[in-house]
């Protein structure tokens, strides 16, 4: 999902690989989940490249919809270092009940000398003729003409936006594994995500030492790591995607 150190979004998820997978591999169940999700909640999270250079901050917050008591909206909103205001802000609606993904936009502010594109859409999940799930993209945020659309396979769908909210949610232990359907709208493209546990890890952060867990994510070719919270209330308090780290930092 982002654009390099300028529209840091595109370094964080992504990476995860993006391609229309074999969905057989997959359950057609929703994903277990074991533990309910803070909500409002905000966490702010620093930035860096390969280099351990900070190259900017990710603001993620959480809070029940003022419309839709059902459902929960995600904000991710992400500064360069050398620009304290967002440049790149998504919004990703889920349901309350399941954490499917529903729909949401996403905007990114155009950088001149960084030679980045302004990125505007909106997108949602709806229902085929065929009763099967589709995204649904509208391009432009003032040009509601501008839709496109894309079959899903006919099982849960998951935002790959989501990620950093979902996978805290999952009974994480040693030896878990877990498949799911997440769905890019940037893309355009659907993805089989493989979720693992191969170890428990304490990890150094700014509030010490803590028990967590090593979090191995696939997808296509590429492996990703996360380290998760054991306790309450399971915030992924690491990221690494091998280009990009997002640490917690309050």
């Not at 999902?1 to 979004?9: C, H, K, N, Q, R």
Request: with cysteine.
């Amino acid at each position: 999902m982002f654009l390099g150190t300028a529209s840091v979004i595109f370094l964080i998820f992504a990476t995860l690989g993006c391609s229309d997978s074999n969905s057989n591999q997959i359950s057609t169940d929703s994903l277990t989940r074991a533990y309910q999700l803070a909500v409002p909640e905000e966490l702010r999270y620093e930035l860096t490249n390969d280099l351990g250079e900070r190259v900017g901050l990710g603001v993620f917050e959480s809070k029940i919809s003022s419309t839709n008591p059902s459902i929960i909206v995600l904000q991710e909103r992400y500064s360069r270092q050398d620009n304290p205001d967002a440049g790149d802000i998504i919004t990703t609606r889920v349901s309350g009940a399941n954490f499917s993904a529903l729909g949401g936009d996403r905007k990114v502010a155009s950088v001149k000398q960084l030679e980045v594109k302004g990125v505007s859409y909106a997108w949602k999940i709806s229902e085929s003729d065929d009763e099967r799930p589709m995204l649904q993209k509208t391009d432009n945020l003032d040009d509601s003409s501008s839709i496109r659309t894309k079959k899903l396979p006919n099982m849960p769908i998951y935002a790959n936006s989501s990620s950093f909210w979902l996978w805290r949610q999952l009974p994480l232990e040693v030896g878990y594994s877990a498949s799911y359907i997440a769905v890019d709208p940037f893309e355009e493209k659907w993805q089989l995500v493989n979720i693992t546990v191969p170890q428990s890890e304490i990890l150094k952060t700014p509030f010490g030492e803590i028990p967590v867990w090593r979090v191995l994510v696939r997808s296509g070719r590429a492996t990703r790591s996360a380290w998760i919270e054991q306790s309450n209330p399971h915030r992924v308090l690491k990221w690494d995607n091998g280009l990009t780290v997002m640490t917690l930092v309050d």
